[in-house]
Nanobody
């Protein structure tokens, strides 16, 4: 059974930073595109960032470009999201997910999801 487990969330002041991690079980991590999504209270889940299988290509939502950085370590089955200059509007539950599709931001293209980690940014 595939498991994705996120960690690293918490409470931070505006302008601060957090680093999220997502560890995947199994031996096939490197064949999957990995993505980060978030869902704020009362809103739909939205794409945040994604990274290709090798880590050579990344994609970001316009709202986080220049502030967030996605990376991965295939030897550790882990994908990271470094979040800098956090703002109150970044408050949400953050989820990692995997996809076999090469370039996608669509939630439906991601087949396994973690349980999420809460990020709260105070003003």
């Amino acid at each position: 059974q595939v498991q994705l487990v996120e960690s690293g969330g918490g409470l931070v002041q505006a302008g601060g930073s957090l680093r999220l991690s997502c560890v995947a079980s199994g031996r096939t991590f490197s064949i999957y595109r990995m993505g980060w999504f978030r869902q704020a209270s009362g809103r739909e889940r939205e794409f945040v960032a994604a990274i290709s299988r090798s880590g050579g290509n990344t994609d970001y939502a316009d709202s986080v470009k220049g502030r967030f950085t996605i990376s991965r370590d295939n030897a550790k089955n882990t994908v990271y999201l470094q979040m800098n200059s956090l703002q109150p509007e970044d408050t949400a539950v953050y989820y990692c997910a995997r996809s076999l599709r090469i370039a996608t931001k669509r939630l439906d293209d991601y087949d396994y999801w973690g349980q999420g980690t809460q990020v709260t940014v105070s003003s």
